[in-house]
């Protein structure tokens, strides 16, 4: 238990939200249309997107890729730290902010993985699978994690009781701890990102994402996908590769 009574908790998700957005398929049209209308190109935001999706296929698999940048979509992303280690080395086309833990006290919240998730890995570098673990091996993982976890935390609350600075004293954290950020991202960003963190069969280019970032890429995807189909049917269609 925390000073204010929050309890450890260990999750074996991630939460993502989409916050706000300003993205629809039109915003495609329209900005890919100016280079023959001008402004008259603006006539495309009160149609309907249907009559056009003709030009968003021909932009995406020629890789017109401007068209897709006019608009922004607002994510408040929940992962465990070594996610966001990963999710910051894409740098184009995103704006982050992410909890200090230097100006609040960190919260007890820390990852597990799940009974689903495969936890041995077979092969050499560059050429590995992963495959499931034994129950054995689970429930190692699970114990071996939660006592490890519960002693850092009360490692960190013994410094901070001590008037020990928070910026000091977060050093104890494992990277297991869940972090919290708002990530603003346009379209054709957060293809690249899917092209990179989502492993699918329609891919061209095959990736090998760590599964705990691939579990953010697939909800932000879900909330894309609503948002903008006809784009993301697109981005499908043509492999998955960002224009």
């Known amino acids: 238990m925390t000073d204010d009574g929050a309890a450890v908790r260990f999750l074996d998700d991630v939460t993502v939200e989409l916050v706000k957005h300003s993205a629809s398929d039109t915003d495609v049209l329209w900005a890919a249309r100016v280079s023959t209308a001008g402004e008259q190109s603006l006539e495309e ?54 909890e200090s833990g230097r100006y609040r006290e960190l919260r007890p919240d820390f990852y597990v993985p799940g009974a689903e998730r495969k936890l041995v890995q077979e092969g050499r570098p560059g050429k590995y699978v992963f495959v499931e673990g034994s129950q054995e091996q689970h429930k190692l993982v699970t114990e071996v994690m939660e006592a490890s976890y519960r002693q850092s935390y009360a490692a960190y609350q013994e410094m901070l009781e001590a008037g020990i600075a928070r910026e000091v004293a977060r050093a104890v954290l494992p990277v297991g701890l869940f972090s919290s950020m708002y990530a603003t991202c346009n379209a054709r960003s957060l293809m690249h990102f899917l092209s990179l963190r989502t492993k699918s069969e329609q891919a061209r280019v095959p990736s090998f994402p760590q599964r705990e970032i691939e579990m953010v890429a697939e909800k932000m995807e879900e909330a894309w996908a609503r948002l903008m189909p006809l784009t993301h049917a697109a981005f499908v269609a043509s492999g998955r590769v960002a224009p």
């Open 45 to 98: 935001i009160g149609k309907d997107p249907e009559r056009s999706k003709g030009l968003i296929n021909f932009l995406m698999r020629d890789r017109h890729g401007s068209p897709f940048e006019h608009n922004s979509m607002t994510f408040f992303v929940s992962a465990p730290i070594f996610v966001f280690r990963e999710f910051h080395r894409h740098r184009v086309g995103w704006s982050y902010n992410e």
